[in-house]
């Protein structure tokens, strides 16, 4: 087959917030105009005035606005767009939307359609991971199972275990159960709850893994065959199954399994023939040191700072050249890591409850200074709006080793001012004055516990 090979001169960003921003500065430093999109409670957002245009594509909800496919094709037709970047979230894994950017002309930046197909869904893809060899924790298939089968599986599984929406995302849709007495009415509400919030009431269980550390890997392909990894991020850090702080390298993992860990993600992307960037989650059991495939995102994630950090590749640059057709300009051996990098996601939250909390901000400091990097959309005077994310801006922190990447990010945190709203900045200071974090003896569990 031959690749068609384009340059772009325009892109569409169909996102909003700090993602958007930051396609924008990689499209610039390719020489590439951008136009963004905007609802109209975003007409003030930072990616609006960053953006050489923008369209506005309807109002505050996002199924009228940055979910409404029509309005963005159009929006892309109008301003004679290329390409489209989906960031993440909202329209990034919908391969009925990379489909119709395809037939519109248009070249959606991501992997081709069959790879959302085949990976986006979670029992697709654990079908997949298998048949690459890739270790997977079994489900259960509770569709259409009579209850008197599915509780001989679970009873075989055995009590923790772990519901699943497969269409499920953004730490949704998921629930452990601890007996039977929890299980039956669980699988009914959050049936509907799946349906609702995914348009899929698909569910599956899998054994609960009770001390696991979130391992995933970065993938880079492009549309020629070329898979290479871009080492792990470790995402343990999370509150009720969201991300809060990812690092790299991972402290837990050895030389060996390290190797094992990144050869299984270059294996399932190749298996897939997946051609853009993308990331393999694995839960590593810590009692057992073994691994097990999670899930794929097929879309460039919110902590892929982390790994700019740790390799200096500019992943949303290279995920734009692949999209074009051009052959990736890195070998494996190419691939130099350095440094220990974390990442802060600051959200705009009560830090008691963790429910959002937008409004007016009336005073920002960004920090600085050396192995600082943030990622941002606010502003003094700024109204963080209530209809979307609350992920206000990543604080990414590096320094030649992990102690040192503490030292430095207490540093950072201290500098950062965010007034007018209520803000999880606390919450990181806590973790890194804790010992536990320190000394890396943690599991995805971890705020649950220190938070009671
Ligand atoms: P990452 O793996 O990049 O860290 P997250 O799981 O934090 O991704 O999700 C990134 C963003 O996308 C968040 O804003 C999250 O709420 C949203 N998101 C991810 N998957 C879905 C989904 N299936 N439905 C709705 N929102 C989603
Ligand atoms: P999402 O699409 O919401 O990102 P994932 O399948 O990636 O869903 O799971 C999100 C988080 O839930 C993981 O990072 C992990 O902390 C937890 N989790 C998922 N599967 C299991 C499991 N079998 N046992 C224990 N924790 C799990
Ligand atoms: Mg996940």
Known sequence: MTIEKKKFKKVLIANRGEIAIRVIRSCRELGIETVSIHSTADEDSLHVKMADESVCV???????????????????????????????????????????CEKWGLTFIGPSVKCIQSMGDKIESKITAKKANVPTLEPIY???????????????????????????GGGRG??????????????????????????????????YIENPRHIEVQILADKHGNVIHLGERDCTIQRRFQKILEEAPSPVLTKE???????????????????????VEFLYDQDTQKFYFMEMNTRIQVEHPVTEGRTGVDLIGEQIRHAQGDISRFKQ??????NHVMEFRINAEDPKTGMPSPGYITH?????????????????????????????????????????????AKRVLNETVVSGIQTNLGLHKEILDDPDFVSSQFSTNYLSKKLN
């Open 58 to 100: 309807g109002p505050a909800k996002s199924t009228f606005s940055y979910l409404n496919i029509p309005q963005i094709l159009s929006a892309a037709d109008i301003t004679g767009a290329d390409a489209i970047h989906p960031g993440y979230g909202f329209l990034s894994e919908n391969d009925e939307f990379a489909e119709m």
């Open 142 to 168: 509770v569709k259409d199972m009579p209850e008197s089968e599915i509780e001989s599986q679970v009873r075989t599984l055995g009590f923790p275990v772990l519901i699943k929406a497969s269409a499920g």
């Open 174 to 207: 998921m629930k452990r159960i601890d007996s039977f007495d929890e299980l039956w009415p669980a699988l009914t509400r959050l049936q509907e709850e799946a349906k609702a919030a995914f348009g899929d009431g698909t569910l599956f269980i899998e054994k």
């Open 257 to 279: 399994v390290r190797e094992e860990i990144c050869s299984a993600a270059v294996r399932l992307a190749k298996f897939v023939h997946y051609d853009s960037v993308g990331t």
């Open 333 to 338: 051996s190419d691939i130099i890591f350095r």
């Open 364 to 408: 920002y400091h960004r920090p600085g200074g050396i192995g600082v990097r943030t990622d941002d959309y606010i502003y003094t005077g700024y109204t963080v709006p209530p209809y979307y994310d609350s992920m206000i801006s990543k604080i990414i922190v590096q320094a030649d080793n992990r102690d040192n990447c503490i030292t430095r």
